[in-house]
């Protein structure tokens, strides 16, 4: 154990030499202030929460608090085990139909614990089917989830140009001779907010007989009129979307989307789901709950899209570089690692938290500030926030 002590103390030293150490940061958020704002005296608690992806301010909701509770007394705080052991309640099967029509119309639904999970999950599993004629093809900003499936699947992989339609068709005709061929892409970009042309992505992996892959983890709840992720927004179907319950939805856990062969597939063969303990009730109930809430009240995905719309323009007309985003998230580019930490740490005196990202999220020398644009940000204090992330970046 010293030799493994010493090895492990040497990684951390390096770490932080270079600038990358990181560590769980230990903050206080209050319920937001509903008086105008002002940055005349600092807080000591965050006000302002642009590092959330709770973007539709769901995780609050009364009404979705509630059936997490009633599902607490009703079927007690755990699944107990793995869905395989200890099965689904009704409550899981009916999130998983509600899930079906929100996106679009799928046959079949599976749920993992964890959006990681469903997607190192499924990766794996599907590329398991015939590991010797499988590639995989990837946007090279893929999340880093979709990285770790790729690497661990153990097939050959080959990433394309970020939202390059040129490259994607390139790579696929270098592989076109692989039987199974997996191409993966993100509904919305976690870092640079934005949106790949799905429908010109399908028409590609339908010429060349690809399976394809979308995580629609950001996504969900965001973007299309509805607020039900790609397929709203591009009237287009994936072959599998995945996605999570632990943003837009309120919820923690994931799922997985596709015909009913795929699912099948998946719970006879994904070991990350097999061998995982299932969701709590509770979770499937905030979940479907969020999503029902949604379904009655489509304003509040129309208004999430103009606030961020506004924010994007506002930053622009300000000077700012925000890379290609179309969406809630929105990166601010600044380059320079130290300097948006520097940024970060000054913004968060006056109560506004968001994130520095640095690598290895980003490349190098490429760091951003990254905001989350969510509807917990009071009406009276948005432009307030903007001009005042304006002036710590210039200062």
Request: with cysteine; net charge neutral.
């Amino acid at each position: 154990m010293s030799i493994l002590s010493e090895l492990i103390s040497k990684k951390i030293e390096e770490n932080k030499k270079s600038g990358f150490y990181r560590k769980i940061p230990d903050i206080k958020i209050e319920k937001l202030k509903r008086e105008p704002y002002s940055f005349d005296s600092h807080y000591n608690t965050v006000t302002v929460n642009l590092a959330t992806n709770d973007y539709l301010g769901l995780s609050l909701n009364g009404r979705i608090k509630t059936a997490a509770k009633q599902a607490i007394d009703l079927y007690g705080t755990s699944a107990g085990s793995s869905f395989l052991i200890c099965g689904h309640y009704d409550i899981h099967s009916e999130l998983e139909k509600e899930l079906c029509r929100f996106k679009g119309g799928y046959e079949n639904c599976i749920l993992y614990p964890s959006g990681y999970q469903a997607n190192t999950g499924i990766i794996r599993t599907m590329a398991g089917i015939s590991p010797l004629n499988t590639v995989i093809i990837f946007d090279e900003l893929s999340h880093a989830s979709i990285i770790d499936g790729i690497i661990a699947s153990g097939v050959k992989f080959k990433s394309f140009k970020h939202n390059d339609l040129n490259s994607l068709e390139n790579t696929i005709v270098r592989y076109k001779d692989y039987q199974i061929k997996l191409v993966i892409t993100e509904g919305v970009f976690s870092m640079d907010g934005d949106i790949p042309d799905l429908p010109a992505i399908l028409d590609l992996t339908e010429k060349y007989g690809a399976l394809s892959i979308t995580d629609d983890a950001h996504a969900t709840g965001t973007i299309g009129k509805n607020g039900g992720g790609s397929s709203d927004f591009h009237n287009a179907k994936p072959d599998i979307t995945i996605g999570t319950l632990g943003k837009a939805l309120a919820s923690n856990g994931a799922f997985v989307l596709s015909n009913g062969s795929i699912i099948e597939y998946l719970v006879n063969f994904s070991r990350a789901f097999i061998f995982s303990t299932g969701i709590p009730p509770s979770s499937a109930a905030s979940a479907l709950s969020a999503l029902k809430f949604i379904k009655e009240n489509r304003e509040i995905v129309l208004k999430l899209q103009n606030n961020a719309k506004f924010a994007r323009e506002f930053l622009k007309e300000s000077g700012l570089d925000t890379l290609n985003s179309s969406t809630h998230i929105i990166p601010i580019l600044i380059g320079d690692e130290d300097k948006a930490v520097l940024i970060e740490k000054e913004l968060l005196k006056d109560g506004i938290y968001l994130k520095a990202v640095r690598y290895p999220a980003v490349a190098k020398n490429k760091a951003i500030l990254r905001l989350g644009i969510n509807l917990t940000i009071d009406d009276a204090l948005f432009k307030n926030v903007l001009k005042e992330i304006v002036r710590k970046v210039k200062s």
